[in-house]
Every structure is written in structure tokens, then in C-alpha cells.
């Protein structure tokens, strides 16, 4: 994504606009109109939405002969004879009488008159979908963004001897941008914060994933260290949770996988849950026979992951289903160091934890208390946090896909920073 580094103009200033695509990536640009003529320049390309702001700003060098400056967002189609904000689809901020301007006939007084000496910044906050103007590093006012498709820094001049700089972020901005953006969403997790939860329900959906997935010893831990009653089943609001299924049998097998004896995971498989592996061609047959080969190569047993693939994977090379991932497991073979090859990440953890994770969802369909066996793929909490991402993703689509695409590690690394 380019970021807004200098200027383009009209074709008057073709010269100009020349001489800064000779410089590489300037973040500033010195426009004096001595003719008494009015001009006005507009970034080279539009502020990038991909973010939660976006912020610049200008320094008033010399207010010239009336201190007809003005600053703000225009769209591509503007007409480059006007100030920012005397047409539709722009807005400006005008140092000589501080209004700010919206379009034809829609003015009002917003800050104090600026000129020489004074920093004038423009912003979009793409959170709350506003526009902002700051002065010498203070925030002046904001108003809704509603302006459509991508905008323009813009600033223009409109008497003798004006003379502008501007800072695109190559240089410290006097505004305290980051502090700014924090604000803001700290504002938007207060909201969320004051929401009324019942006073257990962290309990509970941290409870509800430990017996998800099986951590029977880690759930007995949790329980007693919270010193509380197990909380009552929140689906259903009494009774054995339809996680508490097969808990000791899910905790057995999980460590099983987790240390690589897929051998004794298939024997146990068979004797307490045999409809698991009734389909011989079924999704969790395979993960586990795939499994078994790479703890061959894991092992470096290369003969024996030969003759295990000839016999038991042999039967997936038709189903188009499990093509991905039987190539690169077979791949393994070709590699003298497989672990630091391209696809080493199959000799690690992670890969038996996602064979583990997909056998313990598969128990947990058999339970015949279970209405939607599809419901036992995820957690509660993953479900949430599942919503959330589709929410969030939801409502950037609404706002034309402004603002911080949600990433949900990032979101999480981020808010475990904050004070």
C-alpha cells in the first residue's frame, strides 16, 4: 500500500509535479503562489483506509498577503481550481476565518483563524468514521465522515506570498497521533466493557474449552483453583454439560496422539468408539494414518514409512479431498533433512495437536445427546471468536472497507499492552 508522499497538480504545475518525481519519496513540498493567483494541490495518491487513522499535516511559513490557506480531503474527480471544501465530495478547514467548509453553502465557524508559524493537521478516523482537524499539536473538532470512496490530502493557497510545508509522517508530527489512536480505541473497548455479563461466564467459557478439548488435569486444576462450584451448563442451564463426554477417553487419546503412539490410539479408538473408524476412507482414518507415516519419518524409519504408506495410504490417492495433504506427508521422503525442509512444520507439534484436536471432535459427535454434531468442531469460546471476526469483518464492509482489517492474534497481542 503507497501512503501519501507528495503532490499532484493541475496542469499548471506540471513543472512542479515533475520536479518532485525526480526526488525519491518526499515527504514534504514548499508551494508559494506570489502571483496572486489561487492554487491548490492534491496528494499523489489517496489516504489508505487499511488502517485506524490516517493523519498529516502542513506548517503556515509565511500566511502571505490575507492568510488564505486552507487544508483537507478532496476526492479524485475535484476540480483543482477550488478551495478544499467549496465543492461537493471535499471539506477544508480555512485559516483565514476558521470555518470549516463542506461543499456549496455549507459553512460554519469550527477553530481559530491559523497563520505563519502554525501546524494544521488533518486526519480521518476510520473507527468512528470521522474527519478532524488539530492545531499546533491540539485536536480542534471532528465531524462525520461523509465523504464516499478514497480522499485526498489536499491544501491550497489564495493570496500573494503564501507559503505552505507539509509533513506526511518522514518527520515527527506535532499532533500526538499514537496517543490519538490509542484514544480512540480505548474509547470503543470501554463500550464493550460496560456490557453486562453474568457474573460467572468467563468461568464457565474458560471451563467449556478445557473440556472441549479433553484437558481433563488442567480443568481439575482450574476448578480448584477457583474455589467455586463447577457453574451450572449454560446451554441448557442444568444437567452434565455435552462436553463431559467421553472425558477421560478424550484426555487418554489426546496424549496418546501428542506423543506420537498412533498405534495405541487406532487400538483404543477401536475398542471405546469403533464407529469413528467404521469408514475406513473417512477423514479421521486418514489424519491418523498420515500421522503414523510422519512419526516413520519423525522416527527416520524411512522403510518402514515406505511400507506403511504402500499399505495404508495407498487406498486416498483416489479422493481429491485428501490430495494436499498426502502429497506433501509423502513428500517428506525426498528430503535428507525433512525437518528443515519446506514442509518440516508436519514433523512438528502443532500437526499432531490438529490430528488430536480432529480426533476429540469425532468422539464428541457420537454422543447421542448431541443435536448438531457439527457443533462439537468448535469451543464456545472459539465460536465467539469466530462472531467476532465475521462481525467485525461485517462491519468494515458496511463502512466500504475502511478502517483496520480485524486480525484477531493482533487484536489480542495488542490489547494485552495496553495499560
Known sequence: MRLASRWRSPAEWVATAAALDSEPMPSELNTANSSGLFAVVQADCPAPMHRAVYYFEMTVRNAGLKGQTSIGFTTESFKMRRQPGWESQSCGYHGDDGYLYRGPGKSESFGPKFTSGDIIGAGINYIEQLLFFTKNGSLIGAFPKDIKGPLYPTIAVHSQDEELT????????????????????????????????????????????????????????????????????????????????????????????????????????????????????????????????????????????????????????????????????????????????????????????????????????????????????????????RQLTVCSSELRAFNSDQGDVFLLHKEIYERSKRP
Open 166 to 385: 507539509v509533513n506526511f509522517g518522514k518527520e515527527q508530527f506535532c499532533f500526538d497521533i499514537e496517543g490519538y489512536i490509542l484514544e480512540q480505541k480505548m474509547t470503543q473497548q470501554s463500550i464493550s466493557d460496560k456490557l453486562y455479563l453474568q457474573p460467572d461466564i468467563s468461568h464457565w467459557i474458560v471451563r467449556s474449552y478445557l473440556l472441549h478439548y479433553g484437558y481433563q488435569d488442567t480443568l481439575n486444576s482450574f476448578d480448584a483453583a477457583s474455589e467455586t462450584d463447577p457453574p451450572a451448563n449454560h446451554q441448557t442451564g442444568y444437567g452434565e454439560p455435552p462436553e463431559m463426554y467421553g472425558l477421560s477417553h478424550r484426555k487418554m487419546l489426546r496424549q496418546l496422539i501428542m506423543n506420537g503412539d498412533i498405534d495405541s490410539a487406532f487400538k483404543r479408538l477401536e475398542e471405546w468408539y469403533p464407529q469413528v473408524l467404521k469408514d475406513e476412507i473417512s477423514v479421521i482414518c486418514f489424519l491418523l494414518h498420515s500421522q503414523r507415516f510422519i512419526e516413520y519419518i519423525r522416527a527416520e524409519q524411512l522403510e518402514g514409512a515406505v511400507k506403511y504408506a504402500r499399505a495404508n495410504l495407498a487406498n486416498f490417492l483416489a479422493h481429491k479431498a485428501f490430495e494436499g495433504l498426502l502429497k506433501e506427508s509423502v513428500a517428506l521422503l525426498a528430503y535428507e533433512k525433512p525437518s528443515e525442509s519446506c514442509i518440516g512444520y508436519l514433523l512438528e507439534s502443532p500437526q499432531r495437536e490438529f490430528v488430536a484436536d480432529a480426533v476429540n471432535a469425532a468422539i464428541l459427535s457420537t454422543n447421542p445427546k448431541m443435536k448438531d454434531p457439527e457443533s462439537c468442531l468448535y469451543s464456545c469460546l472459539e465460536k465467539l471468536l
